[in-house]
């Protein structure tokens, strides 16, 4: 009697590109339908979770009550980093609204992972002590320089350390990816002109290259600011402007692609950094169009191509970062599981 696959294709050196993303898509949805499974898989196979619990709320406690000493501006009255951190994200006009999304992401990823986790050696890990008491020293610190940035980094650096203490080293190195993605919660806050500077000017310094090299544009520079010489118009590379919001999406979105797409740690590391270059070329692609649309049809056109503009260009660098995945998930050789099941399918038909 015949079993498994009837019919087999000569088995392929590497995985096309094709597949590996239909098999993604598919993943994806197969993983929605299966949440609530899921959840309850992942709570009857883990062991000692109600002491990694009970271990995790102490340890926020500490931040709950004993948080945040900045206690006399009018809307940080509370000891708690937690509140710091929410009004940080929901302040008007803040950059780092995506804060609030990281943990539900972070928690999606690790249920995405739940088999590697299930499956490997559990055990207390008695050197994660060592790294709960740097994260507490490093807390400490923050709230001596009334630094909450520097408590936000002891508050997940304990969460890591808890990890390692009760699973063991093998699971908290299994965790370290998603749990990057915890440097996406430390606001910008008021720290956006420091940060952006260096954007805007890269920016701008690039797009008035290009114009006048290879489009003939005669536009002048002053620092950030790109002027008309015939007084027509003038932009000011403003710290909105900067790409800042696009450069930590594309970076968010890059290293969640590299981490699940990617097996081997110099491509996942590659689109962990990779954001940078690509979001900067998207940000001097939206300046340069700006540029060029008001030498050539007025300020309006400008100001039109700057109000709407900047999706069309993150959409295009996100194209051209996917693309490059592509290129190199070409040569990512099939994995051991993926062959194995390929040749236990050939002999069985």
């Avoid at 559990?122 to 490093?138: D, E, N, Q, R, T």
Wanted: with cysteine; hydrophobic share 50%; net charge neutral.
């Amino acid at each position: 009697m015949l079993q498994g696959v009837a019919h087999i294709n000569p088995m392929p050196e590497s995985i096309t590109t094709g597949q590996r993303q239909n098999d993604l898509l598919d993943d994806i949805q197969q993983y929605v339908r299966d949440l609530p499974g899921i959840v309850r898989e992942c709570w009857r196979g883990l062991p000692d979770k109600w002491l990694f619990g009970s271990l995790a709320v102490a340890w926020s406690l500490v931040f709950l009550f004993f948080g945040s000493p900045s206690l006399g501006y009018r809307d940080l009255r509370s000891p708690s980093l937690f509140y710091w951190m929410y009004y940080a994200y929901t302040n008007p006009g803040s950059e780092d609204t995506h804060g609030l999304l990281i943990p539900f992401v972070v928690l999606g990823l690790l249920l995405w992972k739940r088999s590697e986790l299930l499956q490997c050696p559990k055990a207390v890990w008695w050197p994660g002590l060592m790294g709960l008491a740097v994260a507490g020293g490093i807390h400490l610190l923050g709230y001596m320089m009334q630094q909450q940035r520097v408590s936000i980094i002891g508050l997940f650096l304990g969460y890591y350390s808890l990890l390692a203490l009760v699973w063991g080293r093998a699971f908290a190195a299994r965790c370290f990816f998603p749990f990057i993605l915890f440097a996406f919660c430390l606001p910008v806050g008021l720290m956006v002109d420091t940060v952006t500077f260096p954007l805007r000017q890269a920016s701008t310094d690039i797009a008035v290259g290009v114009a006048r090299t290879f489009f003939g544009v005669e536009v002048i520079q002053d620092g950030i600011r790109i002027l008309d010489p015939n007084g027509t118009y003038r932009y000011e590379v403003a710290a909105a402007c900067s790409g800042l919001r696009s450069l930590i999406a594309m970076a968010a979105l890059t290293t969640i692609y590299g981490f699940v797409v990617f097996k081997t740690p110099w491509k996942q590391w590659l689109f962990v950094f990779i954001s940078i270059p690509f979001a900067l070329a998207g940000n001097v692609m939206r300046l340069l169009s700006i540029i060029l649309a008001a030498e050539s049809m007025g300020p309006n056109a400008g100001h039109f191509v700057h109000e709407w503009f900047g999706f069309l260009t993150f959409a295009l660098t996100l194209a051209a970062v996917l693309w490059l995945g592509r290129r190199l998930e070409d040569k990512e050789p099939a994995r051991p599981v993926e062959l194995a099941e390929m040749k236990e399918a050939h002999h069985a038909g």
